[in-house]
């Protein structure tokens, strides 16, 4: 939690391994993640503005990731198929398997996006202010489908966000950042 500016995304970056730290380290499972590429950290990140494929459908963007995993760790198709339509479920979109995403509301690209983090069961979740292009009602009504969707995967996740309620109503710990430092846990 922390105003605009305050390094929230750059330490979802560092800890993703897209961004390098000046100092410190970044543990994942006790062990130093510096050291790690992006693939072996094993983060799903869900970005701000949820980065989809316009060129796919629904469920080729949450396919995305296994099918870009190198040929001996990629599932065969059929266990693609299967998860993938399994997620689908999980994150409500079922029925928009075939959509493309300029078809979907903001809530429904947002539930795309965690999705396809999802998919690829990462041992950590990054969130970098996830509904802050919803409208007021659907922020509320994604909050709750997140908090449930943390609580079902019970996986560890970091998000970001400048909105306090927000952070009051997903966070089991909270840390307060401001100019690149945490001000308070």
Request: proline residues 4%; charged residues 25%.
């Amino acid at each position: 939690l922390g105003p605009s500016g305050s390094g929230k995304t750059t330490l979802l970056r560092i800890i993703a391994g897209l961004e390098w730290p000046n100092a410190g380290d970044i543990r994942l499972d006790g062990k130093s993640a510096v050291v790690r590429s992006v693939r072996e950290r094993q983060v799903g990140f869900v970005f701000q503005h949820y980065a989809l494929f316009r060129h796919m459908s629904v469920f080729e963007n949450v396919a995305f990731g296994l099918r870009v995993r190198p040929r001996r760790e990629r599932p065969p198709e059929a266990e693609i198929v299967k998860r993938v339509e399994r997620m689908l479920e999980l994150v409500k979109l079922a029925r928009f398997a075939r959509s493309y995403p300029h078809q979907l509301s903001g809530g429904q690209r947002q539930r795309v996006a965690m999705g396809r983090a999802m998919i690829r069961a990462p041992k950590v979740f990054l969130f970098d202010e996830p509904l802050s292009n919803l409208d007021a009602k659907m922020r509320l009504q994604m909050r709750a489908e997140l908090k449930a969707l943390h609580q079902q995967l019970a996986t560890t996740a970091v998000y970001v966000t400048h909105d306090q309620v927000e952070a009051m109503t997903l966070a089991g710990r909270m840390v307060v950042m401001d100019q690149g430092r945490v001000q308070q846990v």
